[in-house]
């Protein structure tokens, strides 16, 4: 079922031959920005016709209705809501453990420079809403926003026709449950355009992340400098590095968990072992008739962007990994801790049979927003640092200013500023 890719004589470099799937965002832009200019100009109204038009929905309001938040909430099944709670438990002590202190450095007597961490003022949350619902990504959006104390969350994720025009009712009750009451039904380029430039319904966000579809992508790439935001996400992605000891039934299961996301998901397997991928492709072939998702799931796993990738051994598997850059790499070899330990780029590691990556969006405690399409190998997830921005307070009395002085002129006079030279000048008459 996968495609092979060959690369035990190969000595280049392997990224121009590993399987990605395309994603032109540049070529996506242009379709959108009509989109996103009628919402900077025309406001709500233009986002309520770009919902009936692309979503097929018609919307008095953007905003939702606070009773129609915590209504979702309390129609949530017991099991849902203790499952959803667990992954808030979880997701929120993984990510408070990142919070950095202020701390001050003392240059000379009189000679501070103090590094502080302040939390973004504004930020929109999107969760998609498109081939599925994802509670969870409100989840993993919202609690690292909410522990870096950023004082406005807004979430906005696509209107549905089957819930009346509101987003789907398991993300409203997650909002619900992480206390968030100002989200808007709107998704795709309109609703990045709504939360970027405002509109007479909602302020403007000075932050916008989430994942979502191409459209969504590119007009976060256009509105950026408008607002901060997280990254670009691609299609969603797993490399799997496996040698023999591994159980083909469960890398079997781990690429249909993320090929069942969307056709343009890529599942990719690196190992030296040609035994372990014809048991896997027997497996894939097994598992995929008895899927939900079927059709997707074949479309995505014998797309181009998947494959199984033959490697001399686990070494070279390491080196193919890392010129991957996967947004989930799973490591299943013998010693995998080991392995995984020398892993440089990826979005998150998951290490042995009984870390798959589908505990990583849910439960885990870590965050499932990662980079995509190889960007991996220079941005991280989404995390509480994201909402957080480091200013420096320098704090200089006139003693140290005066032991410095001489410096700052000499600086500015070779980078022929001389009235930079001057503004020091002026205190030390």
């Given at each position: ?57 018609s ?19 017991p ?13 929120r ?14 240059l ?12 973004v003022?504004?930020?929109g ?8 619902m ?12 909410q ?18 025009g ?9 909002c619900?449950?992480?206390?968030i ?7 795709g ?8 430039y ?13 994942p979502?579809?191409?459209w969504?992508?590119a007009?976060?790439?256009?509105l950026?400098?408008?607002?901060g935001?997280?990254?670009?996400a691609g299609?969603t ?26 056709p ?11 035994a ?13 008739k ?8 074949t479309?995505?796993?014998?797309g ?39 892993v440089r ?14 505990l ?13 399409a ?5 941005s ?12 420096h ?7 140290a200013?005066?032991?410095v ?16 030279g ?5 205190r030390?008459?």
């Open positions: 079922m996968l495609n092979r890719i060959d690369l035990r004589g190969e000595s280049r470099d392997p990224r121009g031959l590993l399987p990605r799937a395309q994603f032109d965002v540049t070529a996506a832009i242009e379709q959108i920005r009509p989109v996103v200019q009628a919402v900077r100009e025309h406001g709500a109204a233009a986002v309520k016709e770009a919902s009936h038009r692309f979503d097929k929905v919307t008095e309001h953007l905003r939702v209705p606070a009773a129609e938040i915590s209504g979702a909430a309390d129609a949530l099944s099991e849902v809501r203790a499952a959803l709670l667990t992954a808030i438990e979880r997701v002590r993984v990510h408070e453990a990142q919070l950095r202190p202020s701390h001050t450095t003392t000379a007597p009189g000679a501070t420079v103090t590094e502080k961490w302040l939390p003022g504004r930020v949350l999107y969760v998609p809403g498109g081939l599925a994802y509670p969870s990504s409100v989840v993993m959006n919202v609690v690292p926003a522990v870096a104390g950023v004082p406005e969350i807004v979430v906005a994720s696509p209107p549905q026709v089957d819930n009346n509101l987003p789907d009712a398991r993300v409203l009750a997650a619900a449950l992480l206390g009451s100002e989200v808007y039904a709107m998704g380029a309109q609703a990045i355009a709504a939360l970027g405002g509109t007479e319904e909602n302020a403007p966000v000075d932050m916008i992340t989430g979502g579809n191409i969504v992508t007009a976060k790439r256009l950026r400098g408008t607002v935001i997280d990254a670009e299609p992605e797993i490399a799997i590095l496996a040698d023999d000891s591994a159980d083909p039934v469960h890398v079997a299961a781990d690429l249909i968990s993320q090929a069942e996301h969307d343009l998901a890529a599942s990719v397997l690196i190992t030296p072992s040609e372990l991928a014809v048991a896997v492709d027997a497996e894939l072939e097994a598992q995929v008895v899927t939900k998702h079927q059709p997707r799931v479309e995505a796993l014998t181009p962007q998947s494959g199984v990738v033959l490697v001399r051994d686990v070494e070279h598997g390491l080196e193919v990994a890392d010129a991957y850059a996967a947004e989930h790499l799973e490591i299943q070899t013998r010693d995998a801790a080991s392995v995984a330990d020398r780029n990826a979005g998150a590691i998951f290490v042995g049979a009984y870390s798959p990556v589908s990583g969006d849910y439960c885990a405690g870590s965050n499932h927003v990662l980079p995509t190889g960007c991996a190998r220079h991280s997830g989404l995390s509480t640092h994201t909402f957080l921005r480091a200013v307070v320098i704090d200089y009395s006139e003693a200013l005066r032991e002085a001489g410096h700052v002129i000499t600086l500015a006079e070779a980078e022929d500023l001389p009235a930079h001057a503004a020091v000048k002026a030390l008459r």
